[in-house]
């Protein structure tokens, strides 16, 4: 082969070399390409997953969220039910409501509640009192009525009628509830003596009968022992007309005396019309020394309710039974009314000394033992 043909061919070689090399680099490049654009892919899908999974979590999440809210613990089928009485104390703070309706059972969870509480920025909006809940109430529903103070009437209204001794209004209290009223019959006049001072000449060891003045009350459930005997000593106080405090003063008495008579004739009388001159007669029996012989102290120490008591009950050995000792008791018989009391501390002026109630007509009064049997034997055949 001459020179110039080993020279093409040389040439030729390295060209081929060249571009094998330029091959090969274009290969690797591709490559490259291939592989960067497989790992941007999976970056690609990677972030995309995540993303996706961030989504449904959230959807999950605020779905969740919706339901805990305002989807009640029982919705339509319970809102029948009765409903749960809870009480808000002053000072209890969002995390303490949540706990307490929780362990009610009208929510769900407490996080949720809270959450929407504060999200909506009612937490300082919320009221003490007592409240009634329904568990077909949702969130929202309850903390309506939080915020809206709808409270419950945490009072109870008890009537004490005229007439009613102390051991009736304890077990009266006793049947709403107050359970705080069960040591009612051990309170002593010494207890408020220095707060009222009509109890002053009062004897400090008696019980409060006579001075729980009857009427209508509102208690607070929550109401101590102690405040409702203020309140019915307040009321005591209030009706205890000035013009009586002076009549009773002119006469010298005490008004624990008048209490003790205002008491008898609260009993022994069948109306108000009645009282002034029942209390006329006892007034007349105390003036000459007669025993009162009041039918309704005989009770009061036998505990019944007879319209005429017994022979023998007549008997029984006591300071209240007024057929054997002279004078009043020694303190009331029951908690006299106003009229009671007024007629107690005026009485009707009579000579008469006897009465009795016929079955069917008004009282009969009478001058002398004589007529006062034969009305007797004409009423009460």
């Known amino acids: 082969m001459t020179k110039v043909g080993k020279k093409f061919f040389s040439k030729y070689n390295l060209s081929i070399k060249i571009l094998t090399i330029e091959m090969e680099n274009l ?139 102390l051991a009736q209004i304890k077990e009266r209290l006793l049947a709403q509830g107050f359970l705080v009223a069960e040591n009612l019959d051990q309170e002593k006049i010494a207890d408020y003596q220095v707060q009222y001072k009509l109890l002053a000449e009062s004897p400090s060891e008696a019980s409060l009968e006579g001075f729980l003045f009857p009427d209508t009350y509102r208690f607070k459930n929550d109401a101590k022992e102690a405040d409702i005997v203020k309140k019915l000593l307040d009321n005591f106080d209030k009706k205890m007309l000035p013009e009586w405090r002076e009549t009773i003063a002119k006469q010298n008495k005490t008004l624990y005396e008048i209490i003790i008579l205002a008491s008898i004739v609260q009993q022994e009388a069948i109306n108000d019309q009645d009282m002034p001159m029942v209390a006329g007669v006892f007034a007349n029996r105390l003036r000459i020394g007669m025993a009162l012989e009041s039918d309704a102290t005989i009770n009061y120490v036998t505990g019944k309710k007879d319209r005429q008591p017994l022979y023998e009950d007549l008997k029984v050995n006591s300071p209240y039974n ?54 007797k034997a004409k009423w009460l055949k």
């Not at 303190?331 to 079955?359: K, R, S, V």
């Not at 001058?367 to 009305?375: G, I, V």
Request: net charge negative; charged share 15%; hydrophobic share 45%.
């Open 27 to 165: 290969e690797n490049q591709n490559q490259e390409i291939i592989a960067e654009k497989k790992s941007f892919n999976w970056l690609l899908l990677s972030i995309l997953g995540v993303v996706f999974s961030l989504v449904i979590f959230v959807v999950a999440f605020s779905f969740y969220g919706w339901w805990q809210v305002y989807k009640p613990v029982c919705p339509g089928i319970c809102s029948g039910q009765a409903p749960v009485a809870i009480k808000i104390d002053k000072g209890m703070g969002v995390k303490e409501i949540s706990s307490l309706l929780l362990e009610q059972g009208l929510i769900r969870d407490k996080f949720w509640f809270e959450v929407y509480v504060w999200a909506k920025k009612q937490g300082s909006r919320m009221q003490a009192g007592g409240y009634e809940l329904n568990i077909a109430q949702n969130v929202p529903e309850i903390v309506n009525v939080i915020t809206g103070g709808k409270v419950i009437n945490d009072e109870v209204q008890i009537t004490f009628p005229e007439g009613f001794a």
């Open 322 to 375: 007024t057929y054997q000792n002279r004078g009043l008791p020694p303190t009331p018989i029951c908690n006299p009314g106003a009229a009671a009391i007024e007629a107690a501390i005026n009485p009707a002026i009579t000579d008469y000394l006897f009465f009795l109630h016929p079955l069917d007509g008004p009282t009969v009064f009478s001058k002398t033992l004589d007529e006062h049997n034969r009305n």
